[in-house]
């Protein structure tokens, strides 16, 4: 069973980025640049393949990854991560004690106690009620389980593109409809550098929500105000000192109208 790192990053040099992350099994690193180009290298028996793109969207990225991937298992990661000693091994084994697993969801180390990251405690199935709580920089998968089904990454949705977030959110989403079998383990992989800016997240504002309600509507039209409700009953304490409640769903509901005018992507 062989692991590969599919790395989505923007940086002017991805040889140096590999070994920042500490990455120890074959990996992809696809580079949004301003170039087209491809090169690859050989460290310590494994090979790290590197396309450079002028395309721009985490989804792009994230794409052109998994299209050129070849593990048996694939971990997402985005270039602020570095991977503990012996991550190999506990992916492996991960998926040995969950033979039936087709994707599993792993933890990562951060410094900044305010992240909104939600910790895996113990070993769980993830459903469709509880999938949105897990970012894409930590996700691996049966390389064969996703592809058989030509599953990918939303192109509309993410950092580089129309609409902030969400492209991780689709992913599971279309993983699930897929009938795949997702866990959530308690085991650490990588630390994460909070100290950099977010690409995509610049505060609590009008199209953070109006994005939200466009991402509810791609999700499913029918629940879309369930959704958005529900997003606003358990997250409210967290932007209630920027915007009142009933302002941000009123936001999320121009979200779904415009999804419904054509503004949104399924």
């Known amino acids: 069973m062989k692991v590969e790192v599919l790395v ?23 580079n949004q640049t301003y170039k087209y180009s491809y090169e690859e290298f050989v460290f310590e028996g494994n090979k790290v393949r590197i396309y450079n793109s002028a395309e721009r969207g985490v989804g792009k990225n994230r794409n052109l990854a998994l299209d050129c991937a070849k593990g048996d298992i694939c971990i997402l990661a985005d270039d602020d991560e570095i991977f503990l000693s012996g991550y190999e091994k506990k992916i492996i084994s991960a998926y040995k004690d969950i033979p039936h697993a087709d994707v599993i969801i792993f933890n990562l180390i951060e410094s900044n106690s305010t992240s909104l990251r939600k910790k895996i405690k113990k070993t769980i199935r993830v459903r469709f009620w509880n999938y949105m709580r897990y970012g894409a920089a930590r996700i691996s998968f049966r390389r064969t389980s996703v592809t058989k089904y030509g599953t990918h990454f939303n192109v509309h949705f993410g950092g580089g593109t129309e609409h902030s977030a969400g492209e991780d959110v689709l ?19 990588a630390k994460l550098d909070n100290s950099r800016e977010s690409t995509w997240f610049n505060g609590y504002t009008k199209k953070y929500f109006i994005d939200k309600g466009i991402l509810f509507a791609s999700i499913s039209r029918n629940f879309s105000f369930f959704l958005c409700l529900q997003f606003i009953l358990r997250k409210s304490k967290v932007f209630n000192n920027e915007v009142s409640k009933w302002q941000a769903f009123k936001w999320m509901l121009k979200g779904i109208k415009l999804f419904d005018n054509g503004n949104g992507y399924k």
Not at 8 to 30: C, G, H, R, V, Y
Not at 172 to 187: D, E, G, M, T
Request: proline share 2%; glycine share 0%; with cysteine.
């Open 8 to 30: 989505a990053s923007m940086t002017e040099d991805p040889k140096k980025l590999f070994f920042k992350m500490n990455i120890q099994t074959n990996a992809i690193i696809s």
């Open 171 to 189: 992913f599971l989403n279309s993983c699930l409809k897929n009938k795949l079998k997702i866990y959530a383990v308690n085991i650490d992989i």
